[in-house]
């Protein structure tokens, strides 16, 4: 079985550019979850979708940020304009429930200029 | 200027002896916990997870040990081997259905040859 699938891996991008990470949930999966990883933060939960609805965008840093679910299997998340402190890596994680075990994908590596 | 990173503890380990990583919880409401794998370069990977009726759960030389009274939980790694270089988190689930995981800083794994 195919798992948690990002694109890009890696993504290097100047500053004020917009940035599109784009994930692909484990099929038969309800719930997604973007997360954001720094060596400052460690791991952050940014935003989770239950059956494509967002619930829970509490941990989106700002209006730069916005995501997507069109569908059950696509999430998008979009930063515009991007700014060198959003450099991380990003990853997408998909599972059943939003208690439920976590599978995630590995990650886009964001570097902003 | 040199930035400072999130500390994440450290536990060093010879190869081919036992690890015991260590987890302390903050929510006594919490009802489901897992132990994620984290190597260079991916995303967390599960590994076990343990239910709040069950004090200990054992899966491929890993053990899972909760103690709801003090809120700990602890992952025990048998015959430590030079893959099992990571770091580990451990993550908590409240009681409510709708509650979200939650990960902990994580704790890296160093194995000495």
């Known amino acids: 079985d195919a798992g948690v699938i990002q694109s890009p891996r890696h993504e290097v991008t100047e500053m004020g550019q917009e940035v599109t990470l784009r994930c692909k949930p484990i099929?038969?999966?309800?719930?997604l979850f973007w997360y954001r990883q720094t060596m400052m933060r460690g791991l952050e939960l940014l935003i989770y979708?239950?059956?494509?609805?967002?619930?829970?965008d509490s941990g989106m840093p700002e209006d730069r940020f916005s995501a997507k679910m069109p569908n059950a299997s696509f999430s998008t998340l979009k930063i515009q304009p991007s700014e060198p402190r959003d450099s991380a890596v990003y990853f997408c994680?998909?599972?059943?429930?939003?208690?439920?075990?976590?599978?995630f994908g590995p990650g886009t590596r964001l570097t902003v200029l | 200027g040199e930035s400072v990173g999130l500390h994440l503890p450290t536990l060093s380990v010879q190869e081919g002896d036992n690890s015991i990583i260590n987890c302390a919880y903050s929510?006594?409401?919490?009802?489901?916990f897992i132990w994620y794998k984290q190597e260079s370069g991916k995303g967390p990977q599960f590994i076990i997870d343990?239910?709040?009726?069950?004090d200990k759960r054992q899966g491929q030389r890993v053990t899972v040990l909760l103690n709801k009274t003090v809120k700990h939980l602890s992952l025990q790694i048998a015959a430590t081997q030079p893959g099992d270089s990571a770091v580990y988190f451990c993550?908590?689930?409240?009681?409510?259905?709708?509650?979200?995981?939650?990960f902990g800083k994580g704790t890296r794994l160093h194995i000495l040859p």
């Open positions: 994680a998909s599972g059943r429930g939003a208690g439920d075990t976590q599978y």
């Open positions: 099929s038969g999966h309800n719930s």
């Open positions: 979708f239950n059956n494509n609805v967002p619930i829970d």
């Open positions: 929510n006594s409401a919490s009802d489901y």
């Open positions: 343990i239910r709040s009726n069950m």
């Open positions: 993550a908590e689930k409240g009681g409510n259905r709708d509650d979200k995981i939650i």
